[in-house]
């Protein structure tokens, strides 16, 4: 069941799992959160988080101020994504978004850092696409989000590594398609597909109807995918399209 945002005030005195999500916008960690527990049937309260903004009853209810953070009952606070994937496996083993087979949950595992962690796909795009915000006079406190999510490196290589992942994934596509697989790890959806799926709207925005993000995000993801500086391998546009059609509960909302 979807429910509607409640403020962070309002979800410490709720019971039961609440996560927050940076509202109005498609965060891709934060929509591929809402996959894992929409997928697998996990009830949840969406607890509002501002984007650039302080944030200061989120810090302290969770000890930090980003999306997505999960809360179940008294628990920690889990704001990896790491954490959030095997929370909502805990809650729901099936259906299985971290594959029983050692090699391919280590491989999976390993797509997804490229994808979610520092230095890969989604952190190297932000931060192009906090270029491109500050580029275009964006409102949105550009200079404090640099210094949160830098990681030391230049533009040059942000725009190499989010190239260098897409045409990595790419290829494992062609392989897996050529061995009778349309998923990226093994012969059944991982969580691995729904990261790029969510992923990919860094760089290619999904059609209105899958996605009705604003229009300036439509903007800041062409823009973003500029400064890469090469096209998204028509491979992972297939694969997400699939993905969406075939595994998530679509219009996605946020």
Same mark, same amino acid.
């Given at each position: ?10 979800? %410490? ?16 960690? /934060? ?15 969406? +607890? =509002?988080?501002? /984007? /650039?903004?302080?944030? *200061?009853?989120?810090?302290? #209810? ?13 628990? @920690?606070p @889990?704001?990896? #994504?790491? *954490? =959030?994937?095997m929370?909502a496996?805990?809650?729901?083993p ?16 390993g797509?997804?850092? *490229? ?10 795009? $932000? ?5 491109? %915000?500050? $580029?275009?006079?964006?409102? +949105? ?5 640099? !210094? &949160? ?6 533009l040059?290589?942000s ?11 790419? @290829?494992r ?6 061995? /009778? ?36 995000y !439509? ?6 995918? *500029?400064?890469?500086?090469? &096209? ?7 694969? $997400?399209?699939?993905m ?11």
């Amino acid at each position: 069941m979807r429910r509607d945002y409640v403020s962070v005030e309002e979800a %410490m005195a709720l019971p039961g799992l609440r996560i927050a999500f940076t509202r109005g916008v498609p965060g891709p960690w /934060g929509e591929a959160a809402r996959a894992f527990f929409d997928i697998k049937g996990i009830d949840y309260w969406p +607890v =509002i988080q501002e /984007g /650039g903004a302080p944030n *200061e009853a989120l810090r302290q #209810w969770s000890g930090q101020t980003s999306a997505p953070c999960a809360m179940l009952d008294d628990e @920690r606070p @889990r704001a990896h #994504w790491s *954490e =959030i994937l095997m929370l909502a496996e805990r809650l729901a083993p099936e259906p299985r978004l971290v594959p029983d087979d050692e090699d391919e949950r280590t491989a999976m595992f390993g797509i997804a850092h *490229e994808l979610c962690g520092e230095d890969g796909f989604g952190w190297s795009a $932000r931060l192009l696409m906090l270029e491109v %915000m500050e $580029r275009q006079l964006s409102e +949105v406190p550009v200079a404090h989000m640099k !210094r &949160k999510f830098s990681s030391g490196g230049s533009l040059a290589h942000s725009a190499m590594r989010a190239g260098a992942v897409m045409e990595m994934l790419a @290829r494992r596509l062609e392989r897996q398609q050529a061995a /009778g697989s349309p998923y990226i790890v093994g012969d059944r959806l991982s969580a691995a597909d729904i990261y790029w799926t969510t992923f990919s709207n860094l760089v290619a925005p999904m059609d209105e109807a899958d996605c009705p993000m604003p229009d300036f995000y !439509r903007e800041w993801s062409r823009g973003c995918l *500029e400064l890469i500086g090469i &096209k998204v391998p028509a491979a992972l546009i297939a694969h $997400r399209q699939h993905m969406l059609k075939t595994h998530f509960v679509l219009p996605m909302r946020f």
